[in-house]
Structures are given as C-alpha cells and as structure tokens.
T-cell receptor, first 114, second 114 residues
Framework: DGGITQSPKYLFRKEGQNVTLSCEQN?????MYWYRQDPGQGLRLIYYSQIVNDFQKGDIAEGYSVSREKKESFPLTVTSAQKNPTAFYLC?????????????FGPGTRLTVT | KQEVTQIPAALSVPEGENLVLNCSFTDSAIYNLQWFRQDPGKGLTSLLLIQSSQREQTSGRLNASLDKSSGRSTLYIAASQPGDSATYLCAVRPKGGSQGNLIFGKGTKLSVKP
C-alpha cells in the first residue's frame, strides 16, 4: 500500500529531553512537510523540504529541527528549546510535477511533554 | 497575509439533510484550494482540490465550489450520513509564498445525528 507512515502514534517525554518523530512515505513524492495542530487551531507549518538535503523553515520553526537524507524520510526533532511541545504533529507529502501540489497526510503523532 | 476562516465552527444536523460548509480567504491570489476531512485523533484525508481556474469539483455526494474573486469556497454534502461526522478543513495554496505550502482554516466540526 502506498502512503505515509508516522511513528510512534503516541509519545511521552519529560521536559528538557529532545525527541524525534518519524515520517516515511512510499509515494515517490519530492516534497515533505511537518505541521503542528493544537486544539481548536488550524494546522501550522513547521518545516518543509522539496528536495533531498534541503529544507526550509515554516511559520513556527523555533525549537524544532529536521533532516532530509533520503527522499522517503523526513524526521522531526522537537528540542528542549521548544516552549510548548505538547501537540499533535502531522507529516505530509506532495508531488511537485503536475503543478497541483496536492498534499497527502500521515496519521499523526501525539506528543505529550510533562 | 493570507488568512482562512471557516464558519460555523461547529454544526449539528439530522441524518439525510443537505448541508453547506463555508470557507473564506482574504487574498484571492491562490493556486488552488483543498478540502480535507479529519476524524478525531487521526490525520487529514484529502476530499477535493479545486484549481484557481476551476469553479467546482465533485466527488460522490460532495461538491466543492470556488469563487476566487470573492474569496469564498463552499463544500456541499448531499444526503448527510452519521459517517460524515468529522471536522472539515479547508486550505489554500497562496501565490507568492513557497511552493506547495498551505494556509489552513480552523475547521468546521460536523455532527450528523441518526
């Protein structure tokens, strides 16, 4: 089955610890994205990447880091510098050819930091 | 700055009713608009994508329209069913920004009562 996988589904961490969220896609999409969703809020873009070894900051990149060593993978690290890390994190991907850039989403990871 | 608004924030209807969800955006310079469905605790499922040159798109009982000049889109759901209960999000891909990035509304939470 083609799609986007995120792991784990739930993640619990103590304050002050870094944590890495996994995102993998087998859709052969060039672009990948990380969003954060808080209750009652729309999705906000954290980072995105359109090509391997290159990525750009989104609207709320502070306290987060990413890497794009492979086309299929785009892990997100939530660092201890992120002041309010508890949220629902969504990964997405899109093809760049064709022009629509239609985004497809993974199932999400719920991170709780105490 | 592009802003996307969805009204109402929540909607409850009896089964079988036809309904309309509204989405408005402040800047008409967009490439396309995408409607998503999100079930509780899950990722987003793409429902329809309308290019800026199109007026509407249809998929089964769903019909999405776009009036770019007035900054509005509607999602029409015919003969609603309890299984349609979910949060519906709209998002625009603005021109001038980084390619592929989406600006999301906060969503309309739909409840269809049997």
């Amino acid at each position: 089955d083609g799609g986007i996988t995120q792991s784990p589904k739930y993640l619990f961490r103590k304050e002050g610890q870094n944590v890495t969220l996994s995102c993998e896609q087998n859709l052969n999409h060039d672009a990948m994205y990380w969003y954060r969703q808080d209750p009652g809020q729309g999705l906000r873009l954290i980072y995105y990447s359109q090509i391997v070894n290159d990525f750009q900051k989104g609207d709320i990149a502070e306290g987060y880091s990413v890497s794009r060593e492979k086309k299929e993978s785009f892990p997100l690290t939530v660092t201890s510098a992120q002041k309010n890390p508890t949220a629902f994190y969504l990964c997405a991907s899109s093809a760049l050819a064709g022009g629509t850039y239609e985004q497809y989403f993974g199932p999400g990871t719920r991170l709780t930091v105490t | 700055k592009q802003e996307v608004t969805q009204i109402p924030a929540a909607l409850s209807v009896p089964e079988g009713e036809n309904l309309v969800l509204n989405c408005s955006f402040t800047d008409s310079a967009i490439y396309n608009l995408q409607w998503f469905r999100q079930d509780p605790g899950k990722g987003l499922t793409s429902l329809l994508l309308i290019q800026s040159s199109q007026r509407e798109q249809t998929s089964g009982r769903l019909n999405a329209s776009l009036d770019k000049s007035s900054g509005r889109s509607t999602l029409y759901i015919a003969a609603s069913q309890p299984g349609d209960s979910a949060t519906y999000l709209c998002a625009v891909r603005p021109k001038g920004g980084s390619q592929g990035n989406l600006i999301f509304g906060k969503g309309t939470k739909l409840s269809v009562k049997p």
